[in-house]
């Protein structure tokens, strides 16, 4: 098939001089027919692609409702693991989370963990990815803003159950691995 992205009516230009030179973009694009383009002549109308492109982007959207799920389904399961632990209701003493049972404390960083994202990069990754395995553990985590908004909630009356289901109600999604940028 000759330069597909043309039956497509695509083209590409040079906006930029750090780009490279179009024949060398005409070489790659001109290398990577899309599987999508197997009609027995190499050719496909603009409503087919059109509509392999919207069956595409439902497939995508479908996927990532359900990661959405499992990930929500897994902090609620963790949820309620922290509150029956077997030190759920050890009180902990020093530290930013004093105050706080053991069990309390990690169901706040739960929901702050999966709902809250912080700044940073994708460096991060790793960070928050530590820090669910952390709180798998049965540890606490030591972020002093994470704490003191546990405290201000429940000040408003909140807990981590309430605070989770406002976050579903308002249809939060919780962040996965590659945009919550966690750093402790």
């Known amino acids: 098939m000759s330069r597909w992205w043309k039956q497509l009516g695509l083209r590409f ?8 030179p179009p024949e060398n973009r005409a070489l790659v694009l001109g290398g990577l027919v899309p599987v999508g383009f197997d009609s027995p002549d190499g050719r496909i109308t603009l409503e087919e692609a059109a509509q392999r492109l919207d069956a595409a982007q439902a497939e995508v959207e479908r996927a990532r409702e359900f990661e959405e799920a499992a990930r929500r389904a897994h902090g609620w399961a963790q949820i309620e ?3 029956e632990a077997p030190d759920a209701d050890v009180v902990v003493v020093g530290g930013v989370w004093e105050g706080f049972t053991h069990g309390r ?6 929901n702050f963990v999966q709902y809250i994202p912080r ?3 994708l460096r991060y990754t790793a960070d ?14 030591d972020l002093e803003g994470f704490a003191e908004l546990a405290r201000e ?3 408003d009356g909140s807990n981590p159950h309430a605070y989770r ?3 579903e109600t308002l249809g939060r999604d919780t962040f996965d691995e590659t945009s919550v940028l966690l750093r402790f």
């Not at 404390?105 to 739960?110: F, T």
């Not at 928050?128 to 985590?141: P, S």
């Open 153 to 155: 909630l429940e000040a």
């Open 105 to 110: 404390a990690r169901a706040w960083l739960w």
């Open 81 to 83: 693991a922290a509150y």
């Open 128 to 141: 928050r990815e530590r820090a669910q395995e952390i709180l798998e553990e049965g540890n606490l985590l």
């Open 13 to 20: 230009d040079v906006r930029s001089p750090l780009s490279p």
């Open 165 to 167: 289901r406002a976050m």
């Open 119 to 121: 700044a940073g990069g």
